[in-house]
């Protein structure tokens, strides 16, 4: 069965950290490019963050709410992807997913348009006091 599997949500108060996890099974992580989004409650899914592999580099890309705060990683050999989240917000409270698609190298989706690929479950992060 071809699946990503999110994990590592919950709830943390304002300031807190989460690692989030995104494994890939019945197919093979490094052939594609993936991504982090979020839906907050009536709210469209948007891009967080992404990841694409181009010449044995990795290249990344971050919404502007999140530079700084979030690092987005693969760990190909182990079919994973993660999001580390510092310095969590109130407003980052959202279901988290994890996409994988291919594109052109080097390119990573930034949009839920741009996902030809594979979707994940999602994992809610919960940000309060």
């Known amino acids: 069965q071809l699946q990503l599997v999110e994990s590592g949500g919950g709830l943390v108060q304002p300031g807190g950290s989460l690692r989030l996890s995104c494994a890939a099974s019945?197919?093979?992580?490094?052939?594609?490019?993936i991504g982090w989004f979020r839906q907050a409650p009536g709210k469209e899914r948007e891009g967080v963050s992404c990841?694409?592999?181009?010449?044995?580099?990795?290249?990344?890309n971050y919404a502007d709410s999140v530079k700084g705060r979030f690092t987005i990683s693969r760990d190909d050999a182990n079919n994973t992807a993660y999001l580390q989240m510092n310095s969590l917000k109130p407003e980052d409270t959202a279901v988290y997913y994890c996409?994988?698609?291919?594109?052109?190298?080097?390119?990573?989706?930034?949009?839920?348009?741009?996902?030809?690929?594979?979707w994940g479950q999602g994992t809610q992060v919960t940000v309060s006091s």
């Open positions: 996409a994988a698609t291919i594109l052109r190298l080097g390119a990573c989706p930034t949009t839920v348009a741009e996902v030809r690929g594979y």
């Open positions: 019945g197919f093979r992580l490094n052939y594609y490019a």
């Open positions: 990841i694409a592999s181009r010449g044995g580099r990795s290249l990344t």
